[in-house]
């Protein structure tokens, strides 16, 4: 399952940056996850609720911040809100577009103790 693969390497970043700043318990990670990512929320939801037991994210309240999906127009240069990248553009109907937002898939922060 992809969401699990990602669920923890969530992890293993929080573990990292825990080790580095000392910290023994986190109690809030905040994620960004781009619409355009291809991850499911819910599957990723379903996925963390596995990758955080006995890890140092067991307690820790999860945030989705969700990345609205962004391109622009390769033709006329028009940036746009996508679903998917094979959106036409509004403006000359190309398809050509470059992905300017949505496929982020990062920690943003995380609350230590
Ligand atoms: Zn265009």
Do not use: W, Y
Not at 41 to 50: D, T
Not at 83 to 92: A, L, W
Request: with cysteine; proline share 3%.
């Amino acid at each position: 399952m992809h969401e699990l693969s990602i669920a923890m390497s969530i992890v293993e970043i929080a573990e990292e940056n825990a080790q580095q700043s000392n910290v023994k318990s986190i109690s809030e990670i905040q994620l960004e996850i781009g619409e355009l990512s291809g991850v499911v929320h819910e599957a990723l939801e379903f996925a963390m609720e596995e990758a955080v037991k006995n890890t140092i994210l067991k307690n820790a309240k999860r945030i989705i911040i969700s990345i609205p999906g962004k391109v622009k127009c390769l033709q006329c240069q028009h940036e746009f809100e996508v679903d998917d990248i094979f959106t036409p553009c509004p403006v000359c109907s190309s398809f050509e577009n470059d992905v300017i937002a949505g496929k982020e898939l990062r920690v943003k922060s995380m609350v230590g103790e």
